[in-house]
């Protein structure tokens, strides 16, 4: 007879191992220098509208390498160094580097923004394919969903001290405005600068009500950096930049002395980067623009914000690694993993595993999640620092 995970003795078994994990997360932040999450949820993939992803993926396979042709060189950004090792190739065509120095993990060959401005004019529907995609960040369903984020950073920043009734702030790479609407329904005075036309136009055409303007974290535009915001935020922007010192200083100096900078970066600590690698769903260069061309740990994230000025008050990472993609890459069943490579040629996703391996993730994955967030391994980093004096 075959046994199932399902029986008395296997959910017996299951039960000890879940409990065991939740002693040693519980164990972890009393022994280190480290703050539990409060958020355990699963980490949501990074594509509101998937038809649109597969369409720039098998476009970007035809065209990219004349697009690589004109990538441009960079030493480490967070160092300048120029020593580094190659740590692993992408799977949409960029290689990440490790620093010699300072361990920061970047792509050195970037395609500039000059040249994704001419890839999109080349391709008759890649506005429609990005109208697409933005229209799936404004329906019901992404509302509640930033709704549910943001209003727990909101109030994290609260906890440290910030009052944000009245507040202004400025959200860096703003896009479709998500943060910004949350923002004002708990009455902050919100304004956003974001980089890509299309979206400063769409903002303009749906949400009139939001103050965008259209600029590049690296280059804010002069009004903007003397108004002496209270709060500056930059929700996954970080990541996108050629020069994210730059980006840091010209968030400092839009804050007023002792504001403060919240922020969110993919964590390069996480498990399904430093193990899956070219199989993570957030290791690409861009295949649709600027990708993850910086990734951060939580030890080069502080160290970015001291170099640029700030005191780190608080860091933590959340949300859950996928477990279900770390299992299949131990079964080696790399077909079905969650990465670019997969999004080109099957174009779809099961999400469901089959109902063995269901039954132990239902059991264990809430167990591990806690502790690598205990561990600030969770797969975003969120940081808040504060403007200090120069």
């Known amino acids: 007879m075959t046994r199932s995970w399902s029986d008395n003795d296997g959910v017996t078994a299951l039960s000890r191992a879940a409990d065991s994990l939740a002693a040693l997360a519980e164990a972890i932040p009393a022994r280190g220098q480290v703050a539990p999450s409060i958020d355990t949820s699963a980490a949501e993939l990074p594509i509101q509208n998937l038809p649109a992803h597969v369409r720039f993926a098998r476009i970007w396979e035809q065209r990219r390498a004349s697009v690589l042709a004109s990538a441009e060189s960079r030493r480490c950004p967070l160092c300048g160094a120029a020593e580094s090792r190659t740590w692993f190739l992408t799977q949409d065509g960029y290689r990440y580097d490790i620093c010699d120095q300072c361990r920061m993990i970047y792509i050195p060959e970037v395609v500039p923004m000059a040249a994704w401005d001419r890839y999109f004019a080349d391709i008759p529907d890649a506005r429609e394919h990005l109208r697409s995609q933005m229209a799936a960040t404004i329906t019901v369903d992404a509302l509640d969903a930033h709704r549910v984020r943001f209003s727990r950073y909101f109030e994290l920043i609260e906890r440290h001290g910030a009052a944000l009734r009245g507040a202004r702030l400025l959200d860096i790479g703003t896009y479709t405005g998500g943060a910004l609407k949350i923002a004002a329904e708990r009455s902050l005075e919100p304004e956003g600068v974001e980089g890509l036309e299309e979206a400063v136009q769409f903002c303009r055409a749906h949400r009139p ?9 690296e280059a804010l535009p002069e009004p903007v950096r003397r108004q002496g915001f209270d709060l500056v935020t930059m929700w996954e922007t970080l990541e996108h930049t050629f020069d994210p010192m730059r980006a840091l200083a010209g968030a400092w100096q839009a804050l007023k002395a002792g504001g403060l900078l919240g922020l969110t970066v993919p964590n390069g600590r996480n498990v399904q980067c430093s193990v899956l690698r070219d199989y993570c769903f957030f290791a690409y260069g861009g295949y649709q623009g600027i990708g993850h061309v910086n990734l951060f740990t939580p030890e080069t994230l502080a160290d970015v914000l001291d170099r640029s000025g700030f005191d780190l008050v ?9 477990w279900r993609q ?14 670019y490579r997969n999004l080109v040629r099957h174009g779809e996703f099961t999400r469901n595993p089959e109902p063995s391996l269901g039954v132990i993730l239902n059991w264990l994955s809430p167990a591990l999640t806690r502790i690598e967030n205990a561990l600030q391994a969770g797969p975003i980093a969120f940081a808040l620092a504060r403007k200090r004096p120069r």
């Not at 608080?314 to 996928?322: I, Q």
């Open 209 to 217: 009500e939001l103050r965008v303007t259209l600029g590049h974290a």
């Open 326 to 339: 770390m299992a299949y890459y131990l079964q080696l069943r790399f077909e079905r993993i969650y990465c």
């Open 314 to 322: 608080y860091l933590e990472t959340e949300f859950s690694t996928d």
